[in-house]
């Protein structure tokens, strides 16, 4: 059993009723196929096959898991170790983190609002730890916790490993649009937004009636998501959820809402959520990779013809992240703000 409490100091061992999801939003867990997941590809393959496969996997799925891409299971093992070592510190230590929204490096629950009583907010069963990152300087490091002592070590070095796990997959991505492997690294600009947000699950008394994280799409680009060895990501394929199976040393990818945009809807930005579970503690840091606040996004005119007009307005990055956060806590429909009429 570990010592978790919420930062705020609860204890985690009976469901509140603030955590109640109205029927409509519960997960319907007896519902989930089990037995299906999404497509796993192997890095080290021809990389002519994997381009494909990867092609394949972002327009049926938006998903895929990556095996050999050359991380260390033991820095990933490290990175899941450190994450819950700073989670499982009393709520006094956290509290250092908590509050002010715009702190660089922030422990927080995510909330969703009633349609029917918007004041009203029910709170997640997750904490979240959510920070920037960079995968070449290590100025971001002087946000992150010293306990545990390792946690700034650790990050640094996943991160530059995960920069060029990145790299690799835009190239692919790129080439996949039939581009050059530059395209969307260039796309994003000078200043390309990187956040990374630790998600710690916490053993639920009823997973029924909450869910870790709500259904959503990733609004940046690019996700690179590492997990612990417990199964709660889900994903919505034809209508119905898949539970996204862990294989070690593994990463899921997902396409990003300004991936779907860019591609002018080839790859596909996919909802997902998170469930819980009733007895194992599931952690998971889900690195972001995204423009630059002042890039102009919008479909890649190389990919614009008679037969396939723009699906999306162009408009600068900021200007999506100010309609995602006018939607914050509400079921999201933020790329569709920036939809043309077909
Ligand atoms: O915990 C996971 O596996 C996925 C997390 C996720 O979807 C997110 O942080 O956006
Ligand atoms: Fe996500």
Avoid at 48 to 56: A, Q, S
């Amino acid at each position: 059993m570990s010592t978790f409490r919420w930062a705020n100091g609860a204890n985690p061992l009976s469901i509140d009723p603030q955590f109640i999801l109205p029927e409509d939003k519960r997960p319907f867990l007896f519902e989930v196929a089990p037995m299906d997941s999404i497509p796993v590809i192997d890095m080290a393959m021809n990389e002519g096959i994997l381009i494909e496969k990867i092609v394949k996997a972002s327009e049926e799925y938006g998903f895929f898991q990556i095996i050999n891409h050359g991380v260390s299971e033991e820095l990933c093992r490290g990175m899941l170790d450190a994450i819950a070592a700073f989670i499982q510190l009393p709520p006094e230590e956290k509290a250092l983190f908590t509050g002010n929204e715009t702190k660089d490096g922030r422990v927080f629950s995510y909330f969703l609002k009633d349609e029917n009583a918007p004041s009203k907010k029910i709170s997640l069963w997750s904490e979240i730890f959510s920070h920037f990152w960079h995968p070449y300087t290590d100025n971001f490091i002087r946000v992150l916790p010293i306990n545990p002592l390792e946690y700034r070590e650790v990050s640094g070095k996943f991160a530059k490993e995960i920069g060029v796990v990145m790299d690799r997959l835009l190239l692919i991505l790129s080439r996949g649009l039939g581009l050059k492997e530059d395209f969307l690294h260039t796309r994003l600009g000078k200043n390309p937004t990187y956040r990374a947000q630790a998600n710690y699950y916490p053993p639920c008394p009823d997973p029924e009636m909450t869910l870790g994280l709500a259904v959503h799409t990733d609004i940046l680009l690019l996700t690179l998501v590492l997990s612990s060895k417990v199964q709660g990501l889900q994903v919505i394929k034809d209508e119905k959820w898949l539970s996204v199976e862990t294989l070690p040393n593994a990463f899921v990818i997902n396409i990003g809402d300004q991936l779907q945009v860019i591609s002018n809807g080839k790859y596909k930005s996919v909802h997902h959520r998170t469930v819980t579970n009733k007895f194992q503690t599931r952690v998971s840091i889900a690195m972001f990779y995204g423009p630059d606040e002042d890039a102009i996004v919008g479909p890649a005119e190389e990919l614009v013809d008679d037969d396939h007009p723009p699906l999306y307005r162009n408009y600068r990055f900021a200007e999506f992240m100010e309609e995602f956060y006018q939607q914050k806590g509400l079921r999201r429909r933020v790329k569709e703000h920036f939809e043309l009429p077909q």
